[in-house]
């Protein structure tokens, strides 16, 4: 959903209890995901918010079947107010003010990606994700071990999730190399629940260090057998 004044927020233009009293149970009882608004000039994403309530705080920014909308202040596409700070409150997740941004958002298969910019710069300053478990359709049992999915977005810059699928419980190692078959570095190296899961890459080395332009392989390990992707950044 996407219109124009906050429902619920802690920027200077307040929250509107009576479009939030027609709309949120809407939101909610259809299953709505995302909910966008401007209005306010300044940036701020709140946790998943049912009933006016916070969930799943332990789960930010990546979210798995929330079962609530996330509420996003997209508000800064070309004016910044000064002044009057947002502030941290129950519902906040991130917020950012006196910043010119824009949001890209990228949805595959049962999942949802958004990244914040800065659009003067391009750097990347919030980025979230939302990943819901497909209805099944049989009761067979699955196959075992995990399926390594494709990156998104690919290219990318400055970072990228790294997407795969977990059969059953089972260790998953990923690692990242150059096409000259350099170690980068381990994004990962631990135990997965059944599910889909991802892992950020934010473009660098296993000291921190940007890497340079390029084509680099991401290689998944998983008992015994290894899979591996391609992907490209663009700095």
């Known amino acids: 959903m996407f ?21 949120t149970p809407l939101f909610e009882q259809y299953g709505v995901d995302m909910v966008f608004t401007g209005h306010a000039h300044t940036y701020e994403r709140l946790y998943p918010n049912r009933g006016g309530m916070a969930l799943h705080q332990e789960q930010d920014p990546n979210y798995h079947d929330p079962g609530a909308p996330i509420y996003v202040v997209s508000g800064c596409g070309g004016k910044v107010k000064r002044g009057e700070p947002t502030s941290y409150c129950g519902p906040t997740a991130f917020y950012l003010d006196e910043r010119i941004l824009f949001n890209q958002i990228y949805v595959r298969d049962h999942s949802l990606w958004m990244f914040t910019f800065h659009s003067l710069t391009g750097i990347a300053v919030d980025a979230m994700s939302i990943h819901k478990s497909p209805v099944p359709t049989d009761v067979g049992t699955p196959p075992r071990g995990a399926r390594l999915l494709r990156t998104v977005p690919n290219p990318f810059n400055p970072a990228t999730f790294v997407s795969f699928e977990v059969s059953t419980p089972t260790r998953v190692q990923l690692d990242v190399y150059g096409m000259n078959g350099v170690w980068i570095r381990r994004l990962s190296a631990r135990v997965y629940p059944r599910g889909s899961h991802r892992v950020l890459w934010s473009g660098d080395d296993a000291a921190g260090r940007p890497v340079a332009s390029g084509i680099y392989v991401i290689r998944m390990q998983n008992d015994g057998v290894a899979s591996t992707r391609k992907v490209t950044l663009l700095r």
């Open 3 to 23: 219109f124009h004044h906050p429902l619920i927020t802690c920027t200077y233009k307040g929250n509107e209890p009576g479009l939030a009293a027609q709309l």
